[in-house]
């Protein structure tokens, strides 16, 4: 079950890279990786606004 060897890390680096390229949902053609950078960027923009905010 704790298979951390090469080949097994490879396998899994592939199936994630593989599932980041899928839709989100049927009816988006929005992908995983897109989501996930959407959603990075937002927490980014909330990060500075915050930052803004308390140098005041």
Known sequence: ???ASE???DLLVQV???L???PV???SPETYEE???RFAKLLSDRKKL???KASY
Do not use: F, W
């Open 1 to 3: 079950m704790d298979d």
């Open 35 to 37: 989501a996930l950078k």
């Open 50 to 52: 915050r930052a803004n």
């Open 7 to 9: 080949a097994n890390m």
């Open 25 to 27: 949902s049927k009816d």
């Open 20 to 22: 980041l390229k899928k």
């Open 16 to 18: 994630g890279e593989t």
